[in-house]
């Protein structure tokens, strides 16, 4: 196993090991994918079987103008940000009644406030056998005290590459962005993923802007997905004509909050969902959203 290091400094500079992929897991010969079912954690929760494995829940979680998801599946679970620091307890009440006791994973996708500034606390409360980070730092005190959480968990923080898969319960995870390290916006940075279960997939795409929308485009990877969530809250600077009609999906999730000061989602990105005649849920109209996939198909339900 080959151990990089990677400084981050945020006010003071610490140290922290990077793993390019953990190893330890058990690795699957067809396919690579690297599994995460270590020890599990079976829980049910509201209106699905989890220790079954008939199902992948998506809870796509309201907390104002930023983003949480959690994903279960087989008793496993993983938490895709958290939204900002003042919805930190939002998330935690909502893991907890869920009955998650740990996490297989959680995703930061890029170090905003607005995805970051709850995870201080998930850390604290939560242990995770593997923590995504994309490789860049911010000097805000959010990120300042999402180190700090790390640190004092002893946790080691994964350097997300493209093509990684992991395996959560019966659904795949595969790595789609970012493709590099070097960008001017901090967006673009954000950790793109594609979750697979019983032949369906849903794309996770943090704040992903269209820089990093090209580039996705460009490589080998399927972008096709039943389910979009829809990078940066709608804004115009991301979800490209042409990312969307690679993804071609069927439904559409954004999350804003209402009357937010930036407008999202932008008319621009409305326009071209209802041009294809995408189904739309959004959180500031819907509250929180659950999709459920099975054999049979995708559900939705809201809470309003």
Known sequence: ??????????????????????????????GGIIGLNLGG????????????????????????????????????????????????????????????????MIVATHPHED??????????????????????????????NLLDAIEEKGLR?????????????????????PAGQDYKELNNHSIVLRVTFEGRSLMFTGDAEGVSENEMLASRFDLSAEVLKLAHHGSRSSTTQAFLDAVRPRYAVIFCGAGNNYGHPHDETLEKLSALAVTLYRTDIHGSITATVTKTGITFRTER
């Open 1 to 30: 196993m080959k151990k990089t290091g990677f400084a981050y400094s945020a006010g003071r500079r610490r140290r922290y090991t990077i793993l390019g992929i953990l190893l330890a897991a058990a690795v699957v010969a067809a």
């Open 157 to 177: 923080v994964t350097t997300p590459h493209a093509g990684d898969t992991y395996a959560l319960g019966g659904a795949v995870i595969t790595i789609i962005a």
């Open 115 to 144: 995805h970051i500034g709850g995870l201080t606390g998930v850390l604290r409360a939560y242990d995770t056998d593997i923590l995504i980070m994309p490789r860049v730092e911010t000097t805000t005190k959010t990120f300042e």
């Open 41 to 104: 954690n079976p829980f049910t929760g509201p209106g699905t079987d989890f220790a079954s494995g008939d199902a992948l829940e998506v809870l796509f979680l309201d907390v104002g103008q930023g983003d949480a998801t959690i994903v279960t599946c087989g008793g496993h679970a993983m938490l895709i940000d958290a939204g900002g620091r003042p919805s930190e307890q939002t998330v935690l009440d909502a893991i907890e009644a869920r009955g998650i006791t740990r996490f297989d």
